[in-house]
């Protein structure tokens, strides 16, 4: 009687032991698949977002090339970052790191404002009026007159900065008074606004000349 008690004992034991194996299993194989699962959807999910990002860049970057060449055209070539940052509606830091880019592609030319501020120039060609009909060439022929001819003279392999004859109504623009002293531009505006520019300016002058700056016409004379 008690070997039968323990024999049905043990086939009880046994019988949830085998009850409790594949419910086991199967709640261990749902938890591995459940995190499989997420871990498939966070990588979806920061794919979506990369290329989300990607993708705002690229509309960032259309929309500022196309504000970038309407004020090019409509200021004939110049533009500040200031001028871009308020016609996009972006932050400044990414409207200036646009120019510099821009301006080191297409080599600009620059120069700072008496405010402190910097003033991109790109150099646009001139618009043709295409209502305007084109003149007609006539050849006409020069009577021939006998002329001396000049010697060719050599390409210099290092010209000499322009010296400047003794004519008042001469003038420069920052970036030719920047070759003949041969400084940056940026140097020439920071200077010009300062009152020892004349003395300064004979200094670096390779002829000991001193200039002055006219903000009429934006450009330099030798002072008197």
């Not at 500022?64 to 309407?70: A, H, K």
């Not at 007159?145 to 004859?165: D, G, M, Y």
């Not at 020439?188 to 003395?199: D, L, M, Q, R, S």
């Amino acid at each position: 009687m008690v070997k039968n008690s323990n024999n049905l004992q043990k086939g009880s034991i046994w019988g949830y032991l085998t009850l409790l194996l594949p419910i086991s299993l199967t709640a261990v194989a749902s938890f591995e698949s459940g995190m499989m699962f997420w871990a498939i959807v966070a990588t979806a999910g920061l794919g979506w977002v990369y290329k989300l990002y990607q993708q705002q860049q690229k509309n960032q970057l259309a929309h500022l090339d196309s504000v970038f060449y309407r004020l090019i055209k409509e200021n004939k070539g110049r533009v500040t970052a200031l001028d871009l940052a308020m016609n996009a509606k972006l932050p400044g830091s990414k409207v200036q790191e646009y120019l510099d880019k821009r301006a080191s592609e297409f080599a600009a030319d620059f120069e700072v404002t008496e405010q402190g501020g910097i003033l991109y120039y790109f150099q646009v060609a001139p618009t043709v009026n295409q209502s305007e009909t084109p003149a007609v060439k006539i050849a006409v022929k020069e009577p021939e007159i006998t002329r001396e001819k000049t010697p060719e003279k050599s390409p210099e392999l290092f010209p000499i900065a322009p010296k400047v004859a003794a004519n008042p109504k001469i003038s420069f623009t920052q970036t030719e008074l920047s070759r003949r002293f041969k400084v940056h531009a940026s140097t020439i505006g920071k200077w010009k606004v300062k009152p020892e520019f004349a003395e300064w300016s004979r200094e670096k002058d390779p002829e000991a000349i001193a200039w002055e700056y006219s903000t009429e016409n934006k450009r330099f004379y030798p002072k008197d």
